[in-house]
């Protein structure tokens, strides 16, 4: 590595510490470090690192936004799919043996089971936005909500939760950095 680099991968208390120090180096070190402390105090480093900074953030925040959502995804398509399979367990046997009160406790889950399903379809649907908007996903955000629509929530309207969810897996397992951010 030549000196620059050397120079430049420092850190600034690094950097200032040593131009307190600037004697003890010889003098291409002292022209080395006067160099890369005058590089750091240029508007275009501060433009550089400014950008770089932002950057870092805007990632922190997609990350935080991608890897919640899906947290609440996960929470809101188990509680669902928990209501729905209590549902059909007290429903199914209720009909067939004609108990009216196990039949009823099963179509109250199949109805309480819609309150969830609403929560992992909007979640679903932010992520599948996210990741569509950043070149992730080809599928469009609207077909989450299209799905939702079309496909009964009591009987195939797990597909579009567990659609979104393999999505974000299959990208995390393919090491994207957007979705590096998804978990």
Not at 18 to 43: F, M
Not at 109 to 134: C, D, E, H, M, S
Request: glycine share 10%; net charge positive; with cysteine.
């Amino acid at each position: 590595m030549i000196p620059e680099e050397v120079w430049r991968n420092k850190s600034d208390e690094q950097l200032h510490e040593a131009a307190w120090r600037l004697a003890e180096y010889t003098p291409e070190g002292q022209n080395t470090i006067r160099a890369e402390l005058e590089r750091r105090q240029s508007p275009e480093w501060h433009a550089i690192e400014a950008a770089k900074e932002r950057t870092f953030e805007q990632q922190i925040q997609a990350q935080e936004s991608i890897e919640g959502r899906t947290n609440r995804l996960r929470g809101w398509f188990t509680v669902y799919l928990v209501m729905l399979v209590s549902g059909y367990a007290m429903a199914i046997p209720g009909v067939l043996s004609g108990n009216e009160i196990l039949t009823g406790m099963g179509g109250l889950l199949f109805l309480g089971a819609v309150v969830p399903y609403i929560g992992a379809i909007v979640n679903g649907y932010k992520i599948q936005r996210t990741l569509n908007a950043k070149g992730l996903c080809k599928s469009g955000a609207w077909q989450v909500i299209a799905g939702a629509l079309i496909l009964n929530p009591l009987a195939f309207g797990f597909w579009i939760p567990l659609s979104v969810l393999r999505t974000v897996k299959r990208l995390k397992r393919l090491g994207t950095s957007a979705a590096a951010s998804v978990s």
